[in-house]
């Protein structure tokens, strides 16, 4: 997690498996995987995705996670299409507190203030406290990913992990896309080096919307379907 609270990530969707398939092995390297469980907080009525906030609780490789991030800050630019900045702020969360968590008998904000960067915390928190207008925060609904980390680096010498991500999203569709989280001092050099991967691998340019984003337009697509039957 960066120092300053803003998690600068390129974010790119993938077609299909194939082009994963491709991409992994050009980038080659030391590879894992991470089953992860991801569970999305909101208001009932999405005050926090109405905002361009979110709150999730994730579960990986035995560890329990919560992450609250902001919106979009500064918008796309031409010269870097793929990459997004977004506020953070992350707490490794003990398991047992976790679980009322998941079971929606304990309350995500006093947890959420002691995440860290604290400064960061305290604003995300405050903000979504305003959000939601005093509703309760429940879980809306949660994804699954399966995500393989490639190790490798770029020209300069700084390690990465490029994660290639299979999502399955709660209307039952499945999703794939490259991230690729980066310090700031080595964004142009980053974003030069996917660029290249991507043509290499024959992988157009796709811009991606946050998961969040993803998330809340396939709980809205298995709404409507539920309304159809």
């Known amino acids: 997690m960066p120092r300053d609270g803003i998690e600068r990530e390129f974010k ?60 979009q800050r500064p918008p796309r630019t031409a010269g870097a299409p793929l990459l997004s900045a977004r506020s953070e702020a992350e707490r490794i969360v003990p398991p047992p507190l976790a679980l009322h968590l998941a079971a929606g008998t304990a309350d995500p904000l ?56 299979r999502s399955e999203m709660p209307d039952g569709t499945v999703e794939h896309e490259l991230e690729l989280e980066i310090a700031e001092g080595a964004v142009g050099t980053a974003a030069a080096w996917l660029e290249r991967l991507l043509s290499a691998a024959r992988v157009p340019l796709r811009p991606a919307a946050s998961k969040r984003q993803r998330f809340h337009r396939a709980l809205a697509r298995r709404e409507e379907r539920a309304r159809d039957c």
């Open 110 to 165: 006093p947890v959420l203030r002691l995440a860290e960067p604290a400064a960061m915390a305290l604003a995300l928190a405050e903000a979504i406290e305003a959000a939601s207008g005093g509703a309760p925060l429940v879980i809306v609904g949660e994804f699954r990913n399966e995500r393989t980390l490639c190790e490798a680096s770029l020209p300069c010498g700084t390690p990465i992990a490029l994660a290639l991500d």
């Open 12 to 71: 790119a969707m993938l077609a299909d498996g194939a082009e994963r398939d491709s991409l992994l092995a050009l980038v080659g390297g030391r590879v894992r995987v991470l089953d992860q469980r991801n569970f999305l907080f909101d208001t009932r009525h999405r005050a926090l995705a109405a905002s361009g906030l979110s709150l999730r609780l994730r579960h990986e490789a035995g560890l329990w996670i919560l992450t609250a991030k902001g919106e």
